[in-house]
């Protein structure tokens, strides 16, 4: 089944949780201890990796998070290293999953995030000078450096810009992409802001950059960002033949969602310099009717029921 077709995968997880629920499913094996998942060194997925490595933890699993780059992530996944991704964010990542088709080497589990956008953005002081489109940028070019800040070299955004500056759409031709991880980004867009000075950078929801700072999203980008200004749906996945090996862990994932406000206040703490597994363990805490829905149809590893073991991993 292609991951191209979400609905259809989305309706193949439904039925799944059902037979769980009828008791079909068998449960997960030793082999399924060690849960490998992807982080491409975004706060969002930091969060979300550290939200699943708690309620994983309490299971009785042992999720182990490696830092890997979108191209190195899908590519881990492609060879069987890595088992599941909660970051797959359609459809700025759309080559990758189709590469993933054509080898047919992964599985959409669910969709775990609606609402989220991910496109060009300037500080609002810099839209109230007249900068409120792509098309925009050109008309003061030397105010910007004819620089865009970007992410880690490698994400699929980047290759949008590069790709857009060198088609001279919007008339960028001679632009720079300047490639950086997210903090170092921030960074410059903060240094920029102290001094009202013009910059131009990807931004994206969910992420506490749009609450630190007076941001404007720009139009004009649907061609490379999609419509709605980047608007986005996270997905998460998992290798070719995981769910089947490892019904129980599956189950898990495919009833974990999140939302934008959950997931901009872990951002929050986590780019406050908090510990990203403490910081989703007092979320959860804090907000225990999360983690119902999330259990349904799901046991610890052992076999035993989920919800009073994960209760009593938060100290309830």
């Not at 550290?50 to 490696?66: E, M, N, R």
């Not at 994206?204 to 490379?224: C, E, R, V």
């Not at 403490?278 to 799901?298: C, D, F, H, Q, V």
Request: charged share 20%; proline share 5%; with cysteine.
């Amino acid at each position: 089944m292609k991951i191209a077709t979400p609905i259809r995968q989305l309706l193949c997880g439904a039925a799944f949780v059902a037979a769980l629920a009828s008791g079909a499913a068998a449960a997960d094996d030793a082999a399924c201890k060690t849960i490998r998942l992807s982080d491409p060194g975004w706060t969002d997925i930091t969060a979300t990796n550290a939200t699943a490595s708690v309620v994983l933890d309490a299971l009785g699993y042992q999720p182990d998070v490696k830092t890997l780059s979108v191209p190195i992530g899908y590519q881990s996944m492609k060879n069987g290293e890595i088992d599941v991704f909660l970051g797959n964010w359609m459809p700025a990542q759309k080559s990758f999953v189709d590469d993933l088709n054509a080898a047919k080497a992964a599985e959409v589990l669910t969709k775990n995030l609606e609402g989220a956008k991910f496109t060009l953005a300037v500080p609002s002081y810099v839209a109230d000078k007249g900068v409120k489109d792509f098309a925009d940028l050109q008309k003061q070019a030397d105010s910007f450096g004819r620089k865009i800040y970007g992410i880690e070299p490698g994400a699929p955004a980047n290759a949008n810009i590069q790709k857009m500056i060198e088609a001279n759409d919007f008339n960028l031709k001679g632009w720079d992409l300047v490639e950086s991880g997210e903090q170092a980004m921030l960074a410059q867009v903060k240094r920029a802001e102290s001094q009202k000075e013009n910059i131009v950078f990807l931004a994206w929801a969910p992420h506490p950059m749009n609450t630190q700072f007076k941001i404007t999203y720009l139009s004009g980008g649907d061609a490379y960002f999609g419509a709605n200004y980047g608007g986005a749906e996270v997905y998460t996945l998992a290798r070719t033949g995981w769910s089947e090996k490892c019904p129980n862990a599956a189950t898990v994932f495919r009833n974990m969602r999140f939302n934008i406000d959950m997931e901009n206040e872990l951002m929050g703490s986590i780019l406050d310099g908090q510990d990203p597994k403490a910081a989703a363990k007092a979320w959860l805490k804090a907000n225990p009717k999360t983690i119902e829905p999330w259990l349904s149809g799901a046991t610890t590893l052992d076999g035993k029921p989920a919800l009073p073991a994960v209760q009593s991993a938060l100290g309830f």
